[in-house]
């Protein structure tokens, strides 16, 4: 059974950030557990991590992946630097390497 993991709260935005991830889209983490700064990869790319299996909108809510993929990832960007108030959360799996 999978299972889910609150990998955290993430407050950085950029082109390839986390927030304009799609299903299909793979990850790298350029943080760490704690502190993540997710990115997307190429899912080709020696660096990919994740695959994003499901993307929920306006939620922070990462029990919603609960038996979809193994991990939940929330963020929301309404902090000092963020105010566009958006909160999303990233359903993902990670990748096998081979």
Known sequence: MAVLAA????????QDGADRAEAGDCLKNDGDPIFP???VVDCGDADAEYE?????HDT???ARCQGVSDIGY???????RHKSGKRYVLCFDGIKKK
């Open 74 to 80: 929330e963020e929301q960007a309404d902090r000092a």
């Open 7 to 14: 990998v955290g709260v993430g407050y950085f935005l950029s």
């Open 52 to 56: 994003v299996v499901q993307v929920l």
């Open 60 to 62: 922070v809510d990462t």
């Open 37 to 39: 700064d997710l990115r």
